[in-house]
């Protein structure tokens, strides 16, 4: 799901401040919009995931040291994960029985590259065994190319505050995508660049961040010293606003490097969007948009054949005009739970709407889920959120594809294994998987391409 950078918690902060090609992919979307509860002809029904996550082992990545270090952020250490480097055909026949047609997942920077300029071909091979499984269960594959963990080589020459980043990571995405893309349904460079910038956005955020940025300097420096560098810089390192302009960068020249491997895919970026919506009868959250999405609004517009979209919250800002109604109460959540109501489902509706109307581009829904271990809930959310997101077809906004997080449960982050996301659970000593209700749901919703 999110960086890590927030997941320390993203929740836990957010209920503390709550007081060619294209054309033929999107085009009908616009055109023709959805029939009844039908969705458009050939949407794209998917879950997503992320190596670090759910693969298991992930030694070479800069998060695995930071995982073990003392001070460490982390609650757990991410381990075995799932084992799903070895467990990804079970997976994925999983997914396609269950009536998915896309798999949104990554591929692994630290296992492909694992020291700078070394590439691993077995490496390589492996994720072009994961695609093809894709192929052979009718699972269109989607590939992010860096969703959160790097080499570790890569921190200690200072991450994303390295000036030569952008191009580090552009002769990864040449060399994967020369080995990989020619079968990828579509591409997606980083995921979520942005988060850390969004939170810190929030004005009462401060006080959370004072406190968190505090121990990230700790670990980071911790990790320095066992690496014997003079820096250890990850996404998780406070200084989100000095790796913004690489990042940027680093999307459009790996853009650029993908598309030179294959010109026909269409790729674009994901971004972490809270619905910031009205709370009084002012302008207040638009202030609070530009803040947390301008710079990557700009990016968007500048490259990139879609964007991709991930919704989870929505936060309502309050300026100084008459404040507006609250959102009407929700089932299975009590109504001073603060962490739970920020989970609104049209959060969805209303963040695709704002990122069509922001980038002008076709929007894909990487990512959108709900962290509950109420089951029914997740039911309930999933058709709420999804009826939000017919609206906003039905309105004429471009949406490629949904996809939820996630399909199964799994490291979260800073977190550990303590959040539940997964439309199926996982048995952390057996790695059994058991799908929950929700995933037949979701499954049905997919198959029928059609909310009931």
């Known amino acids: 799901m999110d960086n890590p ?38 949407f794209r029904w998917g879950v997503a995931t992320a190596a670090h996550q759910i693969e298991g082992n992930n030694v070479n990545s800069d998060l695995w040291l930071m995982e073990n270090i003392k001070p460490t952020t982390y609650k757990d250490r991410s381990g075995d994960a799932c084992d799903s480097y070895n467990r990804y055909e079970e997976d994925i026949a999983l997914l396609a029985r269950l009536g998915f047609n896309t798999y949104r997942f990554s591929i692994e920077w630290a296992r492909i590259e694992p020291t700078r300029g070394f590439f691993s071909n077995a490496e390589l091979d492996h994720y072009k065994r994961v695609i093809a499984t894709c192929r052979k269960h009718g699972v269109d594959p989607a590939i992010t190319f860096f969703h959160v963990s790097a080499p570790r080589w890569f921190a200690e020459a200072g991450g994303w505050l390295n000036p030569e980043a952008p191009a580090l990571f552009a002769n990864f995405c040449s060399k994967a995508a020369k080995a990989l893309a020619g079968d ?31 121990a990230e300097r700790a670990a980071h420096a911790a990790a320095a010293k066992a690496s014997g560098t003079d820096r250890f810089i990850t996404m998780n390192y ?18 650029a490097a993908i598309k030179a491997e294959r010109s026909a895919l269409l790729v674009g970026v994901t971004l972490n969007i809270i619905d910031f919506a009205p709370g009084s009868e002012d302008d207040a959250y638009k202030d609070l948009r530009q803040a947390a999405y301008g710079p990557w609004i700009d990016a968007v517009r500048q490259t990139g054949d879609f964007v991709g979209a991930q919704i989870y919250r929505q936060l309502s800002i309050t300026g100084k005009g008459k404040r507006l109604p609250p959102p ?7 109504p001073n739970d603060m962490k739970a109501n920020l989970s609104q489902p049209l959060a969805l509706r209303n963040g695709v709407n704002y990122m069509h109307e922001a980038t002008g581009k ?8 709900l962290e509950t271990e109420d089951d029914q809930r997740r039911i309930w959310y999933i058709d709420q959120a999804l009826a939000g997101l017919h609206e906003s077809i039905a309105s004429g906004v471009p949406v490629i594809g949904y996809c939820h997080w996630t399909l199964i449960d799994n490291f979260e982050w800073l977190q550990g294994y303590v959040p539940k996301f997964g439309l199926v659970a996982v048995d952390r000593t057996t790695f059994k998987r058991t799908p929950k209700p929700s995933a037949a749901h979701l499954g049905g919703i997919a198959r029928r391409n059609s909310l009931l």
Request: charged share 15%; hydrophobic share 45%; aromatic share 10%.
């Open 238 to 255: 406070p200084d989100i606003d000095a790796m913004t302009p690489q990042l940027i960068e680093g999307h459009h020249q790996g853009f």
């Open 362 to 369: 076709p929007v894909f829904v990487t990512e959108n889920g």
């Open 5 to 42: 950078i927030v997941t320390f918690s993203r929740r836990s902060m957010l209920a503390a401040t709550a007081g060619a090609s294209l054309a033929l992919a999107t085009g009908g979307l616009r055109a023709a919009g959805p029939v009844g509860k039908r969705f458009p002809k050939g």
């Open 328 to 334: 009407p109460p929700m089932p299975f959540v009590k």
């Open 184 to 214: 990828m349904a579509y591409a997606f460079t980083i995921n979520e660049p942005q988060v850390g910038k969004t939170f810190r956005a929030i004005t009462m955020a401060a006080a959370y961040f004072a406190k968190s940025d505090a």
